[in-house]
């Protein structure tokens, strides 16, 4: 019989903090809850991340940390920085530690 885990039960979020899950599939899901933040639709709704939003559209990567979705993950912003880096919907600013999205964000820091 095959079982699956749910990893907002107690079980799932002990094997995420004792990296029993694959740090690549870790990455996925941290990159899918990012492409959704990062989104446009998100984004334009937004009251957490925008008021941090400077003139260039860029906030500060350990912002993200306290999305629940990703702190459940147990995430640090290195880790943050690094996947970010490596998506098609972010841009990654390294000497500053910030961050903003790749596209359309002239239009969400419009509404601020």
Not at 31 to 50: A, G, Q
Not at 81 to 94: I, N, P, Q
């Amino acid at each position: 019989m095959c079982s699956y885990t749910d990893f907002s039960s107690e079980l799932g979020k002990r094997m995420i903090r004792t990296s029993l899950l694959p740090k690549l599939y870790l990455r996925l899901l941290v990159i899918k809850i990012s492409e959704f933040v990062f989104s446009e639709k998100y984004l334009s709704f937004d009251t957490f991340l925008r008021p941090y939003m400077d003139v260039e559209g860029y906030f500060p990567v350990p912002l993200l940390l306290f999305i629940p979705a990703i702190q459940s993950f147990e995430v640090d912003a290195s880790f943050l920085m690094e996947v970010l880096a490596d998506s098609s919907f972010a841009e990654v600013d390294k000497t500053r530690h910030t961050v903003r999205p790749k596209v359309n964000w002239e239009k969400v820091r419009v509404g601020l």
